[in-house]
């Protein structure tokens, strides 16, 4: 390799370092922060919309954490558990799935639940309350971990590509199902509609 084409790499691993720490800490104090005001400040005590905040800011806090963490370890530092250690290849696939599919789930119960409570309908504002807040959590964080108990089953460990799905029924339901509709359309039309 030459001496340019090697600058460049190792450039671009220490932009990426520095970037993902960046990020990483800039969103692990923006999540505690949000964390600490929705919970002390008594203005928005038995706010349903304060609920999903938190909720939504106590997913994404861990999401970031596992994410950045390991993408840190993988660019910077050339360690890459998800190619040595099937245990952290399933695991991290698992939490990182379901995480983005609860946080993404929480926005759209937030945008409902903000039509509900400006609706000038008096029994749809009576549909917003604390307690349909969290069961509806409650709801997203069961099926959405076991909808990705899958993940655990598919995800293996190969010499050449690594921890990736290698079963083409899963890989088509990935594709067309979890980015297409799960992540993508339907988050997007029910935030549009109800936001």
Known sequence: MSSTAQSILIASQQYTIYVSFIILFSGVFGHIFNIFIFTHLKIFRGNPSTIYLISESVVNLFQMLISFTSRIAINGFNNDLTQTSIVWCKLRNVIVQAFTLISLNIVCF??????????????????STTKTAKNL?????????????????????????GCNIYNQGMITYVTYVYYLILTGALPISISTLFG
């Open 110 to 127: 937030a945008a409902i639940d903000q039509y509900l409570s400006t609706n000038h309908y008096p029994y749809l504002r009576q549909m």
């Open 137 to 161: 959590i409650t709801l997203a964080i069961i099926i959405w971990s076991l909808h990705s108990l899958p993940f655990a089953i598919f995800f293996e460990i190969r010499p050449v590509s």
